[in-house]
């Protein structure tokens, strides 16, 4: 039987939006009715994707944070092009930052094809990291067809074999998405309908309304904008969503508006709900003092608390980031695994046996207080048996990290903890970000 917690909506009724619908819900609300299909890299996402393209009737929409220009990646532009070309509305939004290098490449690609394309945040030179926000990145993988099939999760438009930073590998880096038909797909497509709309604008809403409230035409420019804005209500998602079966989902994002810690605030409640487990995965892991409240209190109530982190560093202060915090994880009984196979890139968790995660948010200050990120959280026993055994494949593959390889905390290893939480202080406060973490 599913745990229910105070986000979820009383049986058999549905949250009522308004013009902005589910997207000015501030918690994560369960929908029934979904199936959901785990998909393990872009070997497996990519070709999943391209079929949906190709079955598209009326529109598609995308988001992304890279979009490279490997033969992986251009099969799906070339799917995104062949769907435009025979009508079909395509509407693409990519991080100017994350897919700086390609874009001269791919933008007029896409473009003589019919597909429209926003970059979001675009990058013209130094001086565009003068402009407020600008370390504020689209980091969601998003993508929706005909608002049947939606598709979340970690996995950027690059092939799984090819680093940025590293070039190319003998394995695939470890990642994962979804595959999401139901009710759970409205709330997807808003997403990327507002993340088209905020590209679009070049600024975030709140920007766009205080201007509105300046205007001496503010009614018809409000009109217009909402307009653009308007979205299905939830009351209007029928009686498939109020039914448990055969998945429960939530769509959570991480926004600067009415969500911006409901990622966070996700992952903290199954953790203290937790009786049996937590296995979590991220590659970037530095989490604020909450998040490691809630990892310590689960340990010391017996629950197997298990971190996967990465073990093939892409960027080293990354690593040395979460590093800093073994100490105290082990401390207190949380186990830390540092994967060597490959590089590393999901970020998942399994609470339990009937909570799942899948998404975009690293457990970091980045994606959990400034990027703009989406995950899937899903109830179902079925689903959270396939992601665990997954995982369970990848902890095998692991490192242990133990106590006595950290040796007795020194000056240094503390000097460096006060280095790493200092730095991250200032760049949160250089990006914008405001309140304790």
Same mark, same amino acid.
């Given at each position: ?171 695939? #880096?470890?990642?994962?998405? !979804? /595959?999401?038909?139901? *009710?759970?797909?409205? $709330?997807?497509?808003?997403?990327? @309908? +507002? ?77 203290? #709900?937790?009786?049996?487990? !937590? /296995?979590?995965?991220? *590659?970037?892991?530095? $989490?604020?003092?909450?998040?490691? @409240? +809630? ?82 959280? !899903? ?14 494949? +990848? ?43």
């Amino acid at each position: 039987m599913a745990v229910r917690s105070d986000s979820d909506p009383p049986q058999g009724k549905l949250p009522v939006g308004g013009p902005f619908g589910w997207y000015a819900q501030p918690k994560a609300h369960f929908l029934g009715g979904n199936t959901v299909r785990l998909l393990r890299g872009g070997a497996a996402l990519f070709p999943a994707m391209c079929d949906a393209m190709a079955r598209a009737r009326h529109e598609i929409w995308l988001a992304t944070y890279i979009f490279h220009d490997d033969p992986a990646a251009i099969a799906v532009a070339d799917a995104l092009c062949a769907a435009a070309q025979r009508g079909v509305r395509v509407r693409v939004i990519i991080d100017g930052f994350g897919s700086y290098a390609t874009l001269p490449k791919l933008l007029p690609r896409m473009r003589d094809a019919g597909v429209r394309v926003v970059v979001f945040r675009p990058i013209k030179g130094w001086w565009s990291w003068l402009r407020p926000g600008q370390l504020r990145r689209l980091h969601q993988k998003l993508c929706v067809v005909d608002g049947q099939r939606g598709f979340v999760g970690g996995i950027n438009i690059i092939n799984d074999l090819l680093d940025l930073r590293h070039g190319w590998s003998e394995a695939p #880096r470890l990642d994962y998405a !979804v /595959e999401v038909q139901g *009710p759970t797909v409205m $709330p997807i497509e808003q997403t990327v @309908r +507002a993340m088209w709309t905020r590209a679009h604008l070049g600024r975030d809403w709140r920007d766009e309304l205080a201007t509105l409230a300046r205007s001496p035409h503010r009614l018809a420019r409000l009109k217009r904008l909402m307009r653009r804005l308007q979205t299905t209500r939830w009351a209007d998602l029928g009686p498939a969503a109020a039914e448990p079966r055969p998945q429960r989902v939530a769509f959570v994002v991480r926004d600067n508006l009415r969500q911006r810690r409901t990622i966070e605030r996700s992952y903290v409640e199954a953790i203290l #709900r937790a009786r049996q487990r !937590v /296995e979590l995965v991220s *590659p970037y892991f530095y $989490p604020g003092r909450a998040f490691r @409240r +809630a990892l310590r209190l689960a340990a010391r109530r017996g629950v197997q608390v298990r971190l996967l982190l990465q073990g093939k560093l892409d960027y080293r202060i990354a690593g040395l980031a979460a590093r800093v915090l073994y100490d105290e994880l082990l401390a207190h009984g949380v186990r830390v695994f540092e994967y060597m196979p490959a590089f590393l890139h999901a970020k998942v968790a399994v609470v339990d046996d009937e909570w799942a995660t899948v998404g975009s948010s690293n457990i970091d200050p980045l994606s959990l207080l400034l990027n703009l990120e989406a995950n899937v959280v !899903v109830r179902d026993r079925g689903f959270v048996e396939q992601l665990g055994q997954e995982l369970e494949t +990848a902890f095998a593959a692991a490192h242990e990290v133990t106590r006595p390889e950290l040796g007795v905390p020194t000056w240094w290893s503390r000097v460096r903890r006060g280095l790493v939480a200092w730095c991250a202080h200032v760049y949160l406060r250089v990006a914008g970000a405001t309140g304790r973490y």
